[in-house]
């Protein structure tokens, strides 16, 4: 018990990130049961109902409006995007690779925030930078590897998805950064998903996608992943309180890891050890643009609170 005490928004915040990591499967399993942006609408909707249960109704009161309304156009921009082309990949295999791209965020992040800041960085950041986009093209290359014919077949496969998906670490990147500026603090999370789920239910009513099908395995499939996916962000808003920030934000970068290990597992399917090679080269690239970019910290002592 003293342990979870003492480390318990540490506990918080690595939980986060495991059920973060859950997030591609779940959606891949609920678009295949109630339709690519019906089952996507259904699962933000019940991530909503929990979060504002857990954390509350959003209030608007002590706001930046920056924040408010970027930050939402953003959040529902990106997650509608995520949603889609992890719904829209031809097969499970697809929907897993592509969400690789996703994870070149991280590495985009830390570049706008470079450009807008004009910070000065260490050279080792540009191998970084390129070991990241090395390994979402070893991905997207399939069993061939770096191969340009692979990687140009694959997108002709789906170009939608493709499309969506390499959109979506641009968007996600902007948004990191104007909240980083404009939020002073604060947290509209609950705000941002249920904007996420009006935009797609907005989407569903304006598709030719076909009337959904509840059944008790479905439903309690949808329960589960809209559960799972708001208590991330439940527990993330309780680790930023007082958890260990420096193992969090370095254990965050290992998330397309995980993502892939819990995907094969949840989805029952065999990743060739091209992927896992692109897998590691986008972590290992988004690790080094973080390790020379990050502040020194002050060295003190900082006494456990109980």
């Given at each position: 018990m003293d342990f979870f005490s003492n480390h318990k928004y540490t506990l918080y915040g690595i939980a986060a990130i495991l059920l973060w990591s859950c997030l591609v499967a779940l959606l891949r399993d609920v678009s295949e049961l109630f339709g690519p942006i019906g089952g996507a609408a259904l699962m933000y909707?019940?991530?909503?109902?929990?979060l504002i249960l857990v954390m509350g109704r959003p209030k608007f009161a002590g706001f930046n409006k920056r924040y408010i309304i970027w930050g939402t156009a953003l959040f529902a921009l990106y997650e509608v995007c995520l949603a889609?082309?992890?719904?829209?990949?031809?097969?499970?295999?697809?929907?897993?690779?592509?969400?690789?791209?996703n994870y070149l965020w991280p590495t985009l992040t830390i570049l706008l925030s470079i450009i807008v800041n004009r910070s000065k960085v260490s050279v080792?950041?540009?191998p970084g930078m390129l070991l990241a986009f090395f390994g979402v093209a070893w991905c997207v290359g399939g069993d061939s590897g770096l191969s340009l014919n692979s990687i140009m077949g694959n997108f002709a496969s789906n170009p939608t998805a493709y499309l969506l998906a390499f959109v979506a670490p641009?968007?996600?990147?902007?948004?990191?950064?104007?909240?980083?500026?404009?939020?002073?603090?604060?947290?509209a999370i609950v705000l941002?998903?249920?904007?996420?789920?009006?935009?797609l239910w907005v989407l569903y009513g304006l598709s030719d996608e076909p009337?959904?099908?509840?059944?008790?395995?479905?439903?309690?499939?949808?329960?589960?992943?809209?559960?799972?996916?708001?208590?991330?962000?439940?527990?993330?808003?309780?680790?930023?309180?007082?958890?260990?920030?420096?193992l969090l934000g370095t254990l965050?970068?290992?998330?397309?890891?995980?993502?892939a290990i819990i995907s094969a597992l949840y989805l029952s399917i065999t990743l060739s050890a091209s992927f896992w090679q692109g897998v590691i080269m986008v972590t290992g690239g988004s690790l080094v643009?973080?390790?020379?970019?990050?502040?020194?910290?002050?060295?003190?002592?900082?006494n456990a609170v109980n």
């Open positions: 909707s019940v991530s909503a109902l929990f889609l082309f992890v719904a829209l990949a031809n097969n499970r295999h697809q929907a897993v690779e592509m969400a690789v791209i080792w950041i540009y641009f968007i996600w990147s902007v948004y990191c950064v104007i909240t980083q500026k404009n939020s002073n603090g604060q947290n941002f998903f249920i904007a996420t789920a009006l935009s009337k959904m099908t509840f059944t008790l395995h479905a439903t309690v499939t949808l329960v589960l992943a809209g559960v799972v996916v708001g208590s991330g962000y439940a527990l993330w808003n309780q680790a930023i309180i007082g958890g260990n920030l420096m965050t970068y290992f998330t397309p890891v995980f993502s643009c973080y390790f020379v970019t990050r502040e020194k910290p002050v060295k003190k002592q900082i």
